[in-house]
T-cell receptor, first 109, second 117 residues
Framework: GQNIDQPTEMTATEGAIVQINCTYQ??????LFWYQQHAGEAPTFLSY????GLEEKGRFSSFLSRSKGYSYLLLKELQMKDSASYLC??????????FGIGTKLQVIP | DTGVSQDPRHKITKRGQNVTFRCDPI?????LYWYRQTLGQGPEFLTY????????KSRLLSDRFSAERPKGSFSTLEIQRTEQGDSAMYLC???????????????FGPGTRLTVL
């Protein structure tokens, strides 16, 4: 089976940097995704990690450590529009992707 | 824009009625997924297709739920004898799986919000 843990809520200030952590346990691993989901909307793809290390994409970076069952999403230069839920999702041994409950990020002025 | 589309966007029904939702994936995508999402939770996997074959189905999915993808293009999700607990957002996603492997990113449609009264 698979288990994903991430904080339910976080608050950060506009212009700052925030790190959203995700820990997981799985019997098989084929990659970890991060999605952004604004309230009432569908999730949108942010990043995918299958190897250890940091993947950078503009203001967003994602890190993976497979040995530690750990990932984080780093958001830099926060903007008000970054207020959303951030979903950590795990691809296990097959094609099924399991989502965490999401971290609701509130960006304040 | 030729992203994933879903129809209808909203559905209100009475308990005990049957409902059917449609998903049109991105045209070249060969995989199609259905998820259910309730407030404050992440999407919960229901089932997925590779072309027209249904390859995996969640054990949480009762016999009242059935999905098809008859020609490997659009898909339908039917819920029979709806219950109030079926009220949720039903999300469809599609992806392109290449034979050589690599990233298989799922792109989501806008969802169908179901309310069972």
């Amino acid at each position: 089976g698979q288990n994903i843990d991430q904080p339910t809520e976080m608050t950060a200030t506009e212009g700052a940097i925030v790190q959203i952590n995700c820990t997981y346990q799985t019997s098989g691993f084929n990659g970890l995704f991060w999605y952004q989901q604004h309230a009432g909307e569908a999730p949108t793809f942010l990043s995918y990690n299958v190897l250890d290390g940091l993947e950078e994409k503009g203001r967003f970076s994602s890190f993976l450590s497979r040995s530690k069952g750990y990932s984080y999403l780093l958001l830099k230069e926060l903007q008000m529009k970054d207020s959303a839920s951030y979903l950590c999702a795990l691809r296990g041994g097959y094609q099924k992707v399991t989502f965490g409950i999401g971290t609701k990020l509130q960006v304040i002025p | 824009d030729t992203g994933v589309s879903q129809d209808p966007r909203h559905k209100i029904t009475k308990r005990g009625q049957n409902v059917t939702f449609r998903c049109d994936p991105i045209s070249e995508h060969n995989r199609l997924y259905w998820y259910r999402q309730t407030l404050g939770q992440g999407p919960e996997f229901l089932t997925y297709f590779q072309n027209e074959a249904q390859l995996e189905k969640s054990r949480l999915l009762s016999d009242r739920f059935s999905a098809e993808r008859p020609k490997g293009s659009f898909s339908t999700l039917e819920i029979q004898r709806t219950e109030q607990g079926d009220s949720a957002m039903y999300l469809c996603a599609s992806s392109l799986a290449l034979q050589g492997g690599g990233t298989d990113t799922q792109y989501f449609g806008p969802g169908t919000r179901l309310t069972v009264l």
